[in-house]
């Protein structure tokens, strides 16, 4: 993907049959689910794509265990169906990109026997909604089989551990791929570009265009188009009200904080299920990309682009890490950490005024400006981003365009790089390049069947394979191909989204950020 060209693609486009405003996962899931229905697309995001909630998740792919049991102690039949809805979506992620996406064993530490079976009959309840063939079954492991697992466990009180499964993803590099094959599949797609104002038809008020400025260059253009959907999870409000300053406050966010850990924490493969805080939330504790990943809080917060990790967030997750773990850990063991915000949807405002609200399920809904003809897709999590999309587009044919609706199909579309893929491959980089295993792993997970156009890039430049920053796997030719082949623009687009630096190692990244700035500019 070329920004240049996208702009000249944009510009040259008459009128699109759908303009779809915010590019995290639900709206790359949109536009990419709109061309393969043959529809003329463009996707647009003031950041970047996945710039905002949709990279700050706490990478899991799953139906809730959370939920279910809600489900089950309050025999609510809706959360019920949302658990098994999220769960078979599980499976079409993890097939869709075996690359950016794999299973995961996670284990919940049992202190008594009757902990030890009410979570196994959980587990059990959980995996037979899934119905997956696919994921290995869930089990009831004695107290050395837990600590085999993770000898890291506190073992005085531990009595034994549940192990079940759900999935694990890259969710910047996932979405980016969503996005990719809406592109492939001839969408327009363009990041750093901000809606401005909608221009409406005068006889009935309908949507026709919206005024878009490009953030890089202070350009600005129009795009025409037969119907607006709004994708911009928790700034939802602010694009509502842009269409109709009567349309009352849907969203409400809240706040959700990770903090990053070396290795040496957690050394094995399993995460650690925390089923209940003391304040009534769930931690997960999880190996990911050679580090630990531990999260999240859950609290209301204000909206804001920038939501950073705050100091009682960092003691409060160690807190929970110190209660497990034998060895303590200390705040200046933290290697980076994030916050992201996530989009609530008040249900008790969906009869807002001049609003036609259509109740998909229960995490989600679709909204359709009575007058207007906004589409709003609201609420939702990672895991049901496809089915959000496939809801929003079959409201569209049969509330907007009043046609037959066209059969969705992706649930069948691998993503760009996950094609023929295979990770053993990477023994064939290993022997071409003379790379080390470490980095030749890590081009497999994060590029796919593209990893090795990623090392073409040095076959005339050989300095390209130097690393990007000792004890990390990424190499320098990776900055040259997210620039200019997955139009990363600014310096966040390439160490937190495109290679995902950042977000492991602060110290690293921005010891590397005059040397990203440096190539940047050469472009």
Not at 177 to 186: F, L, R, T, W
Not at 399 to 410: G, H, M
Request: aromatic share 8%.
């Amino acid at each position: 993907m070329n920004r240049q060209k996208q702009i000249g693609k944009l510009r040259a486009t008459k009128e699109f049959d759908i303009c779809i405003i915010g590019a995290g996962a639900t709206g790359a899931g949109i536009a990419l689910d709109a061309t393969l229905r043959g529809l003329k697309v463009v996707l647009i995001d003031k950041s970047d794509f996945a710039g905002q909630t949709s990279s700050k998740s706490t990478k899991l792919i799953h139906g809730g265990v959370r939920y279910l049991e809600q489900a089950v102690k309050k025999l609510d039949w809706e959360q019920y169906k949302m658990v098994r809805k999220s769960l078979r979506e599980r499976e079409t992620l993890l097939k869709n990109a075996p690359h950016l996406s794999h299973p995961l064993a996670l284990l919940t530490p049992c202190f008594n026997l009757f902990e030890g079976i009410y979570y196994t009959i959980g587990m059990k309840i959980y995996e037979w909604i899934s119905g997956s063939a696919n994921m290995p079954k869930s089990a009831w492991l004695s107290k050395k089989e837990t600590l085999n697992r993770i000898p890291e466990l506190k073992s005085k009180r531990l009595n034994s551990g549940v192990l079940y499964y759900d999935g694990q993803l890259d969710d910047a590099r996932y979405c980016l791929a969503i996005v990719q094959s809406a592109e492939a599949n001839g969408a327009v797609v363009l990041n750093h570009a901000q809606a401005l104002k909608f221009s409406k038809n005068e006889d009935n008020g309908r949507l026709k265009a919206l005024n878009v400025k490009d953030l890089m260059n202070d350009d600005e253009f129009i795009i025409n188009a037969k119907v607006f959907v709004n994708a911009t999870g928790p700034f939802a409000d602010s694009i509502r009200q842009m269409a109709s300053s009567k349309l009352k406050s849907r969203i409400k966010v809240s706040r959700g904080a990770h903090v990053v850990l070396p290795r040496e924490v957690m050394k094995g493969d399993t995460a650690i299920l925390v089923p209940k805080t003391d304040d009534g939330r769930v931690i997960f504790m999880i190996p990911w990309q050679d580090h630990v990943l531990i999260g999240t809080t859950d609290e209301a917060d204000e909206l804001s682009e920038n939501p950073k990790l705050e100091e009682y967030e960092k003691t409060y997750l160690l807190e929970y890490v110190n209660r497990y773990f034998e060895k303590t850990v200390t705040l200046d063991q933290i290697k980076s950490g994030f916050a992201g915000l996530r989009p609530l949807l008040q249900a008790q405002l969906q009869t807002a005024m001049n609003a036609d609200t259509k109740s998909i399920v229960r995490d989600h809904e679709v909204e359709i400006d009575r007058r207007t003809k906004l589409v709003s897709i609201m609420g939702g999590k990672w895991t049901t981003y496809r089915l959000m999309a496939k809801d929003t587009l079959d409201e569209i044919y049969k509330e907007i365009l009043k046609k037959e609706i066209v059969k969705c199909t992706s649930e069948n579309q691998i993503l760009h790089g996950g094609e023929n893929y295979r990770f053993e491959d990477w023994q064939e980089l290993v022997n071409k390049y003379g790379i080390s295993e470490f980095t030749a792993q890590h081009l497999m997970k994060k590029y796919g069947v593209k990893a090795m156009n990623v090392l073409q890039l040095t076959d005339n430049q050989p300095n390209l394979k130097e690393l990007l920053s000792q004890n990390h796997p990424f190499i320098k030719a990776e900055i040259v191909y997210v620039i200019r082949e997955e139009m990363a623009t600014t310096v966040d687009d390439v160490l937190e989204r495109r290679l995902g630096l950042k977000l492991r190692d602060e110290v690293a990244s921005k010891s590397v950020e005059p040397y990203v700035e440096g190539v940047l500019g050469s472009f």
